[in-house]
T-cell receptor, first 111, second 118 residues
Framework: KNEVEQSPQNLTAQEGEFITINCSYSVGISALHWLQQHPGGGIVSLFMLSSGKKKHGRLIATINIQEKHSSLHITASHPRDSAVYICAVRSEGGGADGLTFGKGTHLIIQP | DAGVIQSPRHEVTEMGQEVTLRCKPISGHNSLFWYRQTMMRGLELLIYFNNNVPIDDSGMPEDRFSAKMPNASFSTLKIQPSEPRDSAVYFC????????????????FGPGTRLTVL
């Protein structure tokens, strides 16, 4: 079973700061997802990565397959970015195609 | 599209009662997932279906839990009998898998059902 570790668990920053959230996993994967869970509980898929880097607006996600590590970056952070960010992986090879989740990073952006 | 629809949004029940959670996936999606989220364990996969067939139910905690997908537009997760430790938010998600794969890349989550078992 893949072990997914996220850091930090909690992060409070000021508006405008550059944010980095990290995710490490223990075994090979076929895909890694970054999800955003809003204070109301809804979950939105931000990115799906299998290699390299993806950018969407102020969000950037990178993955290093050799190091089994991914980062989510937020540039020019804003209070509306406050949410829980969850890393999830789909392991390669046999086994479930469902996702294994990290515990999440609780981000608060203060005005 | 209305997205993934779950009902009820909130359920409060007493220990020992049967609970049925419902999910309608996005039209055209062929993979459906049931997840459970608790403070202690975070999000966990319970079971997933591909083309209405259960593929992996290894995450189902015990025999009290069962899931069905009688057709492409409807799935249920049943707990019988319910226990206080089943209290959690239960999410359903769907995706579109191509080329014989069993799961698509992007999963679309429903709003969740918050279950409280007293």
């Amino acid at each position: 079973k893949n072990e997914v570790e996220q850091s930090p668990q909690n992060l409070t920053a000021q508006e405008g700061e550059f944010i980095t959230i990290n995710c490490s996993y223990s075994v090979g994967i076929s895909a890694l997802h970054w999800l955003q869970q809003h204070p109301g509980g809804g979950i939105v898929s931000l990115f799906m990565l299998s290699s390299g880097k993806k950018k969407h607006g102020r969000l950037i996600a990178t993955i290093n397959i050799q190091e089994k590590h991914s980062s989510l970056h937020i540039t020019a952070s804003h209070p509306r970015d406050s949410a829980v960010y969850i890393c999830a992986v789909r392991s390669e090879g046999g086994g479930a195609d469902g996702l294994t989740f990290g515990k999440g990073t609780h981000l608060i952006i203060q005005p | 599209d209305a997205g993934v629809i779950q009902s009820p949004r909130h359920e409060v029940t007493e220990m020992g009662q049967e609970v049925t959670l419902r999910c309608k996936p996005i039209s055209g999606h062929n993979s459906l997932f049931w997840y459970r989220q608790t403070m202690m364990r975070g999000l966990e996969l319970l079971i997933y279906f591909n083309n209405n067939v259960p593929i992996d139910d290894s995450g189902m905690p015990e025999d009290r839990f069962s899931a069905k997908m009688p057709n492409a537009s409807f799935s249920t997760l049943k707990i019988q009998p319910s226990e206080p430790r089943d209290s959690a938010v239960y999410f359903c998600a769907s995706s579109l898998a191509f080329f014989g794969r069993r799961a698509g890349d992007t999963q679309y989550f429903g709003p969740g059902t918050r279950l409280t078992v007293l």
